[in-house]
């Protein structure tokens, strides 16, 4: 069994990740990630789409993202007011 920060033990069988070392989490990257496909949403407008149904989805998802990625970074940035 291995230490890591804060004390906790972690076993192997519960986790494999931790049997050869890496044990965590990338939030940086999956904020990077999150805005790019944000981006790439927008970037799929562009096209030949005969109906709009595409274009609704793709701005509504996109926009959905972007709302949740404002509502992380608020929300990390405050989080001794709550």
């Given at each position: 069994m291995d230490r890591y920060s804060g004390g906790d033990v972690v076993d192997p069988r519960d986790e494999p990740s931790a049997e050869w070392g890496?044990?965590?989490?990338?939030?940086?990257?999956?904020?990077?990630?999150?805005?790019?496909?944000?981006?790439?949403?927008?970037?799929l407008?562009?096209?030949?789409?005969e109906g709009h149904v595409?274009?609704?989805?793709?701005?509504?998802?996109?926009?959905?993202?972007?709302?949740?990625l404002i509502w992380d970074q608020t929300r990390r940035r405050t989080p001794w007011r709550n």
């Open positions: 890496w044990h965590g989490e990338w939030p940086r990257g999956r904020r990077i990630a999150g805005w790019a496909v944000a981006a790439i949403m927008f970037l407008l562009i096209g030949n789409h595409e274009t609704i989805w793709l701005v509504g998802i996109g926009l959905g993202m972007i709302g949740f």
